[in-house]
């Protein structure tokens, strides 16, 4: 029903920056909530950043306050996460997810229902 589709991860170097995408297909007017969350290995995904549709309602963790971005262009129905900064630490799948449940717990997984593939970001000190 909605797929979707990240890019933009990479390798760089500690202090550097990155911009991940995250294109939505199919029937993305039953989104109402996207968010950026991440996996490291041998971790629980974690939430990264997350927004209404609108963009009337933003969160980040504080591990991202302050170095990330989220945005989004409705018009090209994608999202982004702009990463500045970046540390060794930050090394995780990034997973871009959507919502179309009416109340949502921005960091909490279950309350997303359309996840993407991830995209691999690395930070090397």
């Known amino acids: 029903q909605v797929q979707l589709v990240e890019s933009g991860g990479g390798s760089v170097q500690a202090g550097g920056s990155l911009r991940l995408s995250c294109a939505a297909f199919?029937?993305?007017?039953?989104?109402?909530?996207l968010g950026w969350f991440r996996q490291a290995p041998g971790k629980e995904r974690e939430g990264v950043a997350g927004?209404?549709?609108?963009?009337?309602?933003?969160s980040y963790a504080e591990s991202a306050k302050g170095r990330f971005t989220i945005s989004q262009n409705n018009a090209k129905n994608t999202l982004y996460l702009q990463m500045n900064s970046l540390k060794p630490e930050d090394t995780a799948v990034y997973y871009c997810?959507?919502?179309?449940?009416?109340?949502?717990?921005?960091?909490?997984?279950?309350?997303?229902?359309?996840w993407g593939q991830g995209t691999q970001v690395t930070v090397s000190s």
């Open positions: 997810a959507a919502s179309s449940y009416g109340a949502v717990r921005w960091a909490n997984t279950a309350d997303y229902n359309y």
């Open positions: 199919g029937y993305t007017y039953m989104i109402n909530y």
């Open positions: 927004v209404s549709i609108g963009g009337s309602g933003v």
